[in-house]
């Protein structure tokens, strides 16, 4: 079992940055495919942004250009930069890790964009 443990999130206002985290328990963590996702309230879970094992990266179109996602396979982390937020970003976000077919989730962590 993979546990992912998100960390960073809070409140921000509109134009602001913040940075989350996520720690992976597994000793496999640099063959997966990691992921940050979100949820806003009454809406279906979105992919973010996604890293592959060797750093290749694909992003939603409504955060290219603001987010950056990053891994650092020795410490078995992943980061996901957020700038320029906006209120439309307020969601639980959610860090994922994909291998062989199988999905595995954290808990998530409540980013809030507002005045």
């Known amino acids: 079992q993979v546990q992912l443990v998100e960390s960073g999130g809070g409140l921000v206002q509109p134009g602001g940055s913040l940075r989350l985290s996520c720690a992976s328990s597994?000793?496999?963590?640099?063959?997966?495919?990691m992921g940050w996702y979100r949820q806003a309230p009454g809406k279906q879970r979105e992919s973010v942004a996604t890293?592959?094992?060797?750093?290749?990266?694909t992003f939603a179109d409504s955060v290219k250009g603001r987010f950056t996602i990053s891994r650092d396979n020795a410490k078995k982390l992943v980061y996901i930069q957020m700038n320029s937020l906006k209120p439309e970003d307020t969601a639980v976000y959610y860090c994922?890790?994909?291998?062989?077919?199988?999905?595995?989730w954290g808990k998530g962590t409540l980013v809030t964009v507002s005045s």
């Open positions: 994922n890790a994909r291998f062989q077919g199988m999905d595995y």
């Open positions: 597994s000793s496999m963590f640099s063959i997966y495919v």
């Open positions: 890293i592959t094992s060797d750093g290749m990266t």
